[in-house]
Nanobody, 126 residues
Framework: EVQLVESGGGLVQAGGSLRLSCAAS????????IGWFRQAPGKEREGVSS????????YYADSVKGRFTISSDNAKNTVYLQMNNLKPEDTAVYYC???????????????????WGQGTQVTVSS
């Protein structure tokens, strides 16, 4: 059974940091890209960052470049999202998702992802 379990969300003041974790099981981790997406109330889900577990390529939305860092521990089947200098507009439910690598793909397009976690709430107060 495929499972993606997010953790690490919470309430933080603007300028603070959080590290999200996405623990994966039930599939061959190295064959997948793992993406982080977020959805704020009343807004569409948007891609935040993604990492390809086959070659380590990383991708970021412009809104988080320089503040967020994605990394992967393939031995633990876990992907992390280090979020620094958080802003109130980062407030959202954050989801991780897995996409089977099989050629060209859009790393921040949620429509291409096969499996999803349940989400973790991140709230940034001003």
């Amino acid at each position: 059974e495929v499972q993606l379990v997010e953790s690490g969300g919470g309430l933080v003041q603007a300028g603070g940091s959080l590290r999200l974790s996405c623990a994966a099981s039930g599939f061959t981790f190295d064959d997948y890209a793992i993406g982080w997406f977020r959805q704020a109330p009343g807004k569409e889900r948007e891609g935040v960052s993604s990492i390809s577990n086959d070659d380590g390529s990383t991708y970021y939305a412009d809104s988080v470049k320089g503040r967020f860092t994605i990394s992967s521990d393939n031995a633990k089947n876990t992907v992390y999202l280090q979020m620094n200098n958080l802003k109130p507009e980062d407030t959202a439910v954050y989801y991780c998702a897995a996409l089977l690598l099989s050629g060209y793909y859009l790393p921040l397009d949620f429509g291409g992802y096969d499996y999803w976690g349940q989400g973790t709430q991140v709230t940034v107060s001003s």
